[in-house]
């Protein structure tokens, strides 16, 4: 019933831009910790991006300065707005979501495919 949906990944130019969506359905995302994780081959996946229910942004230290996540409360949807892109950006990159403050998200996108061409 709840579905995380990830779009607008593909291959882009290294310095280019690429804006990701997440159409959430199911949930309200408003009342919800909303997030961005990658996962490069070989590598663990990792948080890149993150907002509250308030609004409230943080990021991990490869992504500050080139990211900005942002949300639609209306639409029920999450972005991912990333400039300067370099090739260790490229992975899968997820949508998530939780309730509460646990560390675990409740819910997860099947992830859309970031490629960045030296």
């Known amino acids: 019933q709840v579905q995380l949906v990830e779009s607008g990944g593909g291959s882009v130019q290294a310095g280019g831009s690429q804006r990701l969506s997440c159409k959430v359905t199911?949930?309200?995302?408003?009342?919800?910790?909303m997030a961005w994780f990658r996962q490069a081959p070989g590598e663990e996946r990792e948080g890149v991006a993150f907002?509250?229910?308030?609004?409230?942004?943080t990021y991990r230290g490869p992504v500050k300065g080139r990211a900005t996540i942002s949300k639609n409360n209306a639409e029920n949807t999450l972005y991912l707005q990333m400039n300067n892109l370099k090739p260790e950006d490229t992975a899968v990159y997820y949508c998530?979501?939780?309730?509460?403050?646990?560390?675990?998200?409740?819910?997860w996108g099947q992830g859309t495919q970031v490629t960045v061409a030296s």
């Open positions: 907002i509250g229910p308030s609004g409230v942004t």
């Open positions: 998530a979501a939780k309730r509460g403050l646990s560390i675990n998200y409740d819910y």
């Open positions: 199911g949930i309200t995302i408003g009342s919800y910790y």
